[in-house]
């Protein structure tokens, strides 16, 4: 009897279980009829027209619509184009007081389209849109929700690419806004508004990364536009980019100093290594102008000085300041041996003449016998000597100058012009070139805190 007991009492429980199980996907049928029928009531043929704009909160004329969007990513920001380009879920929100239904006492929360046909929609657009594409992977992403008391979501994720109009003046040491702009297309805003929706109208993803730039902030603001039709609402999102240096510091500024360094080589190589001398200016120098126009190529051609500019202009000067002075020392080589040859010369034909003096002197002591004069002749050599170093002995004293006597630390006094000029240049190029850098980077670094 206990046996067939349990065996009744769990078969009633088992048919208990699928009659309930049977009741809910009754139910289940039932609310989706229920909201078909919703469906079939509110947007019927007949009963909607999707061509007129709803009116507004109280019966106003004017319909309001509440914007917002999350960012989903930025791909790129192009600096030769201008432009960006962004993936975002777009949201508006409005209400449409035709579309009110009864929730079935709170079970029915609202009712889900994927048709954007079948209601009426904002006209807006983007206005600084350069090109764009909805996704329809799987399915379209894109939504409308309508809740019972009227108010219509619009949620869909688009492409944007966006011109963005930069200042390059400061580059590769700038920050650069770039904005998103929506407008409405044909309603003044006698007839439609957008709005910012209040709290957080725009959400960024996180962990955003941008190969050369760095999102600081992001602002929202409005726009709108008069023309001769009317003025018409616009909404706008700044986007403030910081642009990464330290992939121009790698790139860029090292290499431009260690070409201009390397072109220095040439000042301790020797005055007579012309071939060295001249292939090492040479590479230098192409090697630099190839960097420049590398440079260049990945940029606009704008008609204002950028900051690039001025660094790579100074560094393709002194590596070409290099090459012109070994050819100044090559001048300058060639005008010392031109002047030893000459004194050579002279020092020759003054030999010369003594010696056919002195043959004269000893033929006239032959033919007489002349006593010295006790008081020497004033052409005499020997009294023009003495006569000069008592002019110099009786000269005041030269005041010290700080220049020569910094100077005279280095071996020039007794060396040529053209090894002069090397040894000069040797401490010029440097210090000229250190100037320029403290000048160079307290001016763009101070220009861009004051800019930002």
């Known amino acids: 009897m206990i046996m067939g007991t349990g065996h009744c009492f769990w078969a009633i429980f088992y048919f208990a279980c699928l009659c309930s199980a049977s009741l809910a996907n009754n139910a289940n049928i039932n609310f989706r009829e229920r909201e078909k029928k919703v469906l079939d009531q509110i947007l019927g043929i007949g009963k909607y027209d999707a061509r007129i704009r709803p009116s507004g909160i109280n019966g106003t004329a004017r319909t309001v619509v509440s914007v917002n969007m999350f960012l989903r990513s930025i791909s790129k920001i192009d600096d030769y184009k201008m432009e960006y380009s962004v993936q975002l879920t777009f949201r508006e929100q409005w209400l449409d007081e035709r579309l009110k239904f009864n929730d079935v006492g709170g079970r029915l929360k609202y009712l889900t389209l994927t048709e954007a046909n079948r209601v009426w929609m904002p006209d807006l657009f983007f206005s600084n849109e350069k090109e764009g594409h909805f996704h329809n992977i799987i399915m379209p992403n894109v939504y409308i929700r309508i809740f019972p008391f009227g108010s219509v979501l619009y949620s869909i994720r688009i492409s944007l690419t966006l011109a963005c109009p930069m200042n390059l003046k400061l580059y590769p040491l700038d920050r650069q806004v770039c904005s998103l702009r929506m407008a409405s297309y044909g309603w003044t805003t006698d007839d439609l508004v957008f709005l910012w929706k209040e709290g957080d109208p725009v959400q960024v993803v996180k962990n955003l990364h941008l190969p050369r730039f760095t999102l600081e902030k992001f602002l929202t603001d409005y726009c709108n536009s008069k023309t001769n039709?009317?003025?018409?609402?616009?909404?706008?999102?700044?986007?403030?980019?910081?642009?990464?240096?330290?992939?121009?510091?790698?790139?860029?500024?090292?290499?431009?100093?260690?070409?201009?360094?390397?072109?220095?080589v040439s000042f301790w190589?020797?005055?007579?290594?012309?071939?060295?001398?001249?292939?090492?200016?040479?590479?230098?120098?192409?090697?630099?102008?190839?960097?420049?126009?590398?440079?260049?190529?990945?940029?606009?051609?704008?008609?204002?000085?950028?900051?690039?500019?001025?660094?790579?202009?100074?560094?393709?000067?002194?590596?070409?300041?290099?090459?012109?002075?070994?050819?100044?020392?090559?001048?300058?080589?060639?005008?010392?041996?031109?002047?030893?040859?000459?004194?050579?010369?002279?020092?020759?034909?003054?030999?010369?003449?003594?010696?056919?003096?002195?043959?004269?002197?000893?033929?006239?002591?032959?033919?007489?016998?002349?006593?010295?004069?006790?008081?020497?002749?004033?052409?005499?050599?020997?009294?023009?000597?003495?006569?000069?170093?008592?002019?110099?002995h009786m000269q005041p004293p030269k005041r010290p100058n700080c220049c020569r006597s910094w100077?005279?630390?280095?071996?020039?006094?007794?060396?040529?012009?053209?090894?002069?000029?090397?040894?000069?240049?040797?401490?010029?190029?440097?210090?000229?070139?250190?100037?320029?850098?403290?000048?160079?980077?307290?001016?763009?670094?101070?220009?861009?805190?004051?800019?930002?």
Request: net charge neutral; proline share 4%; charged share 20%.
């Open 269 to 392: 190589l020797d005055q007579g290594a012309v071939p060295a001398r001249v292939s090492l200016g040479v590479t230098t120098l192409l090697t630099m102008a190839t960097q420049t126009s590398g440079i260049n190529a990945s940029l606009p051609p704008v008609s204002y000085t950028k900051a690039i500019d001025v660094w790579t202009g100074v560094c393709l000067t002194f590596v070409f300041g290099a090459l012109l002075e070994f050819a100044l020392v090559n001048y300058a080589s060639r005008s010392d041996l031109h002047r030893e040859n000459m004194k050579k010369k002279r020092r020759e034909l003054e030999q010369a003449s003594l010696d056919a003096a002195s043959d004269l002197l000893d033929t006239d002591s032959n033919a007489t016998f002349a006593m010295k004069p006790l008081v020497r002749h004033p052409g005499d050599p020997l009294a023009l000597e003495k006569l000069r170093q008592c002019e110099v």
């Open 407 to 452: 100077l005279s630390k280095f071996p020039t006094r007794n060396c040529s012009r053209s090894k002069r000029i090397d040894v000069i240049s040797r401490i010029t190029f440097p210090l000229v070139f250190a100037l320029f850098n403290l000048v160079y980077w307290s001016t763009y670094l101070f220009r861009e805190e004051e800019e930002t």
């Open 229 to 264: 039709t009317g003025e018409y609402s616009c909404l706008k999102v700044d986007l403030l980019f910081k642009r990464e240096f330290s992939y121009y510091l790698i790139q860029i500024y090292i290499p431009c100093c260690m070409l201009v360094i390397v072109s220095w």
